[in-house]
């Protein structure tokens, strides 16, 4: 008969990592899609247009979004 001694603290340690770094990341996603990308894009289109004192920007999901309701 083997007797197998398992340590449950480096095993909840490492399942608490992963659960931690997820977490991180769908928020770190929802962040992206929500906030940044939006400026992001912006900030390409005005590098891309220097000389134009006024941009036009269509969020086309927002707009979307405005339309359903």
């Avoid at 008969?1 to 929802?30: D, H, P, Q, Y």
């Amino acid at each position: 008969m083997e007797v197998t001694v398992m340590n449950t603290k480096k095993i909840l340690s490492a399942i608490g990592t992963f659960v931690i770094v997820g977490a991180v990341s769908t928020a770190g996603a929802a962040l992206w899609t929500n906030v940044l990308d939006g400026r992001f894009q912006m900030v390409k289109t005005k590098l891309t247009h220097q000389k134009s004192d006024k941009i036009i920007f269509v969020d086309f999901k927002k707009a979307k979004r405005d339309l359903g309701r």
